[in-house]
């Protein structure tokens, strides 16, 4: 079973590993973006991070729907709402159980990653990072390490594809021949989520 413990460690090691790579997913922002996706991520999850702390949520939902309301207001890109309402709705579909099962948080989170989906309209293959979460969301009844593997195959896979939403669309052709940024900062979450569980 997993615990609020268990979503706090997850969010403080999702924080730590954007922190560290904070640089990489900035250069990645830069050919097909505005270089800010690792300052934009770097700001909002120390912001998690700090928030946790203060109000530390006894149950996960708690954990995860503060964390997501605290992504939206402190990141203004489009990252901020995208991951906030990964977040703050995989949170809702946990209610307010004092631990959840795997099983019951792989359903949450897919209800995260489809409004995701709902709010910025992107599917799988338009270079944006629900090409990472998908992958990790339906290798999730697996193990945490299988689905870590699945979004980082999933950023790896969106190199050779043109952006279809977000500001590298407007690039049309150009965005081709570079990983996403979301992308890869999505596989990071998902490494975190191996890393919290021990695996
Ligand atoms: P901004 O584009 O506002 O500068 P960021 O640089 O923080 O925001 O985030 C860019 C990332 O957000 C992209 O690499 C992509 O993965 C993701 N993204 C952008 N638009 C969408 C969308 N409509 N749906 C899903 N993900 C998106
Ligand atoms: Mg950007």
């Given at each position: 079973?997993?615990?609020?413990?268990?979503?706090?460690?997850?969010?403080?090691?999702?924080?730590?590993?954007?922190?560290?790579?904070?640089?990489?997913?900035?250069?990645?922002?830069?050919p097909i973006g505005d270089a800010d996706h690792g300052s934009n991520l770097r700001r909002g999850f120390t912001a998690?991070?700090?928030?946790?702390?203060?109000?530390?949520?006894?149950?996960?939902?708690?954990?995860?729907?503060?964390?997501?309301?605290?992504?939206?207001?402190?990141?203004?890109?489009?990252?901020?709402?995208?991951?906030?309402?990964?977040?703050?709705?995989?949170?809702?579909?946990?209610?307010?159980?004092?631990?959840?099962?795997?099983?019951?948080?792989?359903?949450?989170?897919?209800?995260?990653?489809?409004?995701?989906?709902?709010?910025?309209?992107?599917?799988?293959?338009?270079?944006?990072?629900?090409?990472?979460?998908?992958?990790?969301?339906?290798?999730?009844?697996?193990?945490?390490?299988?689905?870590?593997?699945?979004?980082?195959?999933?950023?790896?896979?969106?190199?050779?594809?043109?952006?279809?939403?977000?500001?590298?669309?407007?690039?049309?052709?150009?965005?081709?021949?570079?990983?996403?940024?979301?992308?890869?900062?999505?596989?990071l979450l998902i490494a975190a989520l191996a890393e919290a569980g021990g695996e």
């Open positions: 079973m997993l615990d609020a413990d268990f979503f706090r460690r997850w969010m403080a090691a999702t924080a730590v590993s954007v922190d560290r790579e904070a640089e990489r997913l900035t250069a990645l922002d830069s998690v991070t700090a928030t946790l702390e203060k109000e530390a949520p006894d149950t996960p939902g708690g954990v995860l729907t503060l964390a997501g309301r605290q992504l939206i207001s402190t990141v203004g890109g489009a990252s901020g709402p995208l991951y906030g309402t990964l977040l703050r709705r995989t949170g809702k579909a946990l209610g307010d159980a004092a631990e959840v099962s795997g099983e019951e948080f792989a359903s949450a989170l897919r209800t995260g990653v489809q409004a995701v989906m709902t709010l910025g309209g992107a599917v799988p293959g338009d270079k944006t990072m629900i090409d990472a979460l998908v992958p990790a969301v339906d290798a999730l009844d697996d193990s945490f390490a299988a689905a870590r593997a699945a979004a980082e195959q999933g950023a790896l896979a969106t190199t050779p594809l043109q952006a279809r939403k977000g500001r590298a669309s407007y690039l049309g052709e150009r965005s081709i021949g570079h990983q996403d940024p979301g992308a890869t900062s999505s596989a």
